[in-house]
């Protein structure tokens, strides 16, 4: 199986560490180094879920490229460790797409582990500046018409209760 598309990234996840995103050959260096093992977790787009790198579809690709570069003897270098970006959320249901703002960005603690994030979603296409207000609106209503029909479904049970004989 061919490598990746260039630049693709490659995230690992090693112990309680999360790594990357590293491109293609920067995994195959870190590989010969013996930075990481056959059965970390990697994931990247296109893969449906983590996996052990040997279990990637471009894992003889990366053993290929390994063979030249085994010596032995060769006391690795020293791991260099790229940490992770914060995983980036979507906006909240009432929330406008739009805003940048770290609390809508980053909604991890300073104690918790970097998490790893794919590739953020873009922000779908704004073509007016009322278009949250005209959303909220909408789903305000359906849940109000919803609630509405709920509650007369329940008067009609309310006074015909007796005539059901339940």
Do not use: C
Request: proline share 12%; no cysteine.
């Amino acid at each position: 199986m061919p490598a990746p598309p260039p630049g693709q990234a490659i995230y690992i996840s090693k112990g309680d560490q999360d790594l990357g995103p590293f491109t293609f050959n920067e995994l195959v260096e870190q590989m010969s180094k013996k930075q990481f093992e056959p059965t970390d977790m990697a994931w990247h787009q296109g893969v449906s879920n983590w996996m052990a790198l040997e279990q990637l579809p471009e894992w003889p690709t990366i053993q290929e490229k390994l063979k030249p570069a085994n010596k032995p003897g060769a006391d690795p270098p020293p791991l260099e460790i790229k940490k992770a970006p914060p995983m980036a959320t979507g906006p909240a249901l009432f929330e406008d797409a739009g805003d940048k703002s770290g609390a809508a960005m980053n909604n991890s603690s300073a104690t918790s582990a970097p998490q790893v994030a794919p590739q953020a979603a873009p922000a779908p296409a704004r073509d007016g500046g009322d278009s949250g207000i005209l959303s909220k609106l909408l789903v305000s209503m359906a849940v109000l018409f919803f609630l509405a029909a709920v509650g007369f479904a329940g008067f009609i049970l309310y006074r015909n209760w007796d005539k059901l004989g339940l």
